[in-house]
């Protein structure tokens, strides 16, 4: 038994040893994924808090407050094109009980926010929109795209493009970390998109029963919010965005946690709080550089 023991101990060490540095140091065994783009600032459903939802007019504003990254989610109609609804059944956003089809009804004059309840959005623009529009409208910004629906006919149009962990490879991820074994694995995503778990029962409350449980939730936040995982992924060239983040607390505890990118309903809330806090840090560095000369 001793002899056993002898031989596992150093081995689990060493193990342990070596997986906390590569953690650390990731470029040792993986090259540095090379991306296009690199947002720190995401419109979530176009930013839905100041229009309606996934219109042409909120992508439109969203852009025009300074978003690097456009949100949305698409759904594939039977004549083979592709909508941006985030709902397959019309009826929360249009009021009317039928799916997605080419032939589609206005949103409603106002639109509750699912992320921020009790708050509405309104615009003058109410159709919905084509996600090719959407991409000939704005050639430059980088989308990103929730298909909705397990379609292979929709997921094999996106075959080439950058991909975020689904729900499955988000969970093989939280067990590759906590088993030591994440530094040694290659990753083929570039991006991690995951709930920021103290919105949940405050400003969103879950359909899921089991997500109103605030022991739940706690315990959702404690094994997710890992900076230091955080931080291996983004040397490793993955970009981490928290949602949906509608307040300058939510906003500041999701870069806390390590996020590279925050996304939220309200465009022009999110470029304020950047604009502050850029302008903030820049002080604080003049005054440290002036503090020491």
């Not at 930013?47 to 996934?54: D, K, L, V």
């Not at 994440?182 to 400003?203: A, D, H, K």
Request: hydrophobic fraction near 40%.
């Amino acid at each position: 038994m001793c002899g056993f023991w002898c031989i596992v101990l150093p081995a689990l060490g060493g193990y342990t040893l070596a997986s906390l540095y590569l953690l650390k140091n990731p470029h040792i065994l993986h090259k540095r994924k090379c991306v296009s783009f690199y947002c720190t600032h995401i419109s979530h459903r176009g930013g839905c808090g100041e229009r309606i939802e996934s219109t042409m007019e909120a992508f439109t504003h969203a852009v025009a407050q300074g978003t690097q990254m456009l949100e949305l989610d698409c759904h594939l109609t039977r004549d083979g094109y592709v909508v941006v609804s985030h709902d397959e059944n019309l009826l929360r956003q249009t009021g009317h009980d039928i799916t997605i089809s080419s032939d589609l009804p206005l949103y409603k004059e106002r639109l509750e926010l699912t992320f921020y309840q009790g708050h509405y959005s309104s615009g003058s623009d109410r159709k919905f929109t084509l996600l090719e529009d959407v991409f000939r409208k704005f050639p430059e910004i980088p989308i990103s795209i929730e298909i909705k629906e397990n379609n292979d006919q929709l997921i094999e149009k996106a075959t080439s493009m950058p991909y975020s962990f689904s729900l499955s490879r988000g969970v093989l991820l939280l067990l590759l970390f906590y088993s030591g074994l994440l530094p040694f694995v290659p990753l083929g995503e570039s991006l991690l998109q995951f709930y920021l778990p103290r919105i949940m029962n405050r400003t969103f409350i879950p359909e899921k029963n089991i997500l109103r449980n605030g022991l739940i939730v706690t315990l959702i936040e404690k094994l997710t919010m890992r900076k230091s995982l955080f931080k291996h992924l983004a040397a490793r060239g993955i970009q981490v965005h928290l949602f949906v983040c509608n307040t300058d607390e939510d906003i500041r505890a999701a870069f806390e946690a390590g996020a590279t990118g925050v996304m939220s309903d309200y465009p022009s809330l999110l470029s304020n709080y950047l604009l502050r806090n850029t302008r903030e840090e820049c002080e604080l560095f003049t005054s440290e550089v002036h503090n020491t000369s």
